[in-house]
């Protein structure tokens, strides 16, 4: 009984691994797919800064 439960346990844990690849892949294709751009576009504030006021900021923030 004990022989045929670890094969059971290893073949479980072989399934888990498998899946967790696949897994893991698929969600790595979708975050090249989808979100390949940068999240800040370059010169954001003063993008933001031309948005609000109209003109360009001439004084850039520092952080």
């Given at each position: 009984m004990s022989l045929e439960t670890k094969k059971s346990d290893k073949r479980l844990v072989k399934e888990i691994i498998i899946i967790l690849i696949i897994k893991v892949t698929i969600l790595m294709l979708i975050k090249n797919i989808w979100f390949n751009s940068p999240?800040?576009?370059?010169?954001?504030?003063?993008?933001?800064?031309?948005?609000?006021?109209?003109?360009?900021?001439?004084i850039k923030e520092t952080r």
């Open positions: 999240t800040f576009p370059k010169n954001f504030d003063n993008q933001v800064a031309e948005r609000i006021a109209g003109t360009p900021y001439p």
